[in-house]
């Protein structure tokens, strides 16, 4: 499911406005890995598609 940066930016706000600091670092740590797929997954998504193809 593909979400927009305005949902992204609801769902933090909305998960993080309660939480206790160690709370709110693990949120923040679970949406950096997220980010950081989503950025590999663009990055190398066509490449890994073309050599996927080739076999």
């Given at each position: 499911m593909?979400?927009?940066v305005g949902q992204i930016k609801n769902y933090i706000q909305l998960h993080t406005s309660d939480t206790e600091?160690?709370?709110y670092i693990s949120i923040m740590r679970e949406?950096?890995?997220?980010?950081t797929f989503e950025a590999?997954?663009?990055e190398y998504g066509e490449k890994l598609e073309s050599?996927?193809?080739e076999e």
């Open positions: 593909k979400k927009t600091t160690s709370e949406i950096a890995e997220w980010a590999d997954r663009l050599i996927f193809n």
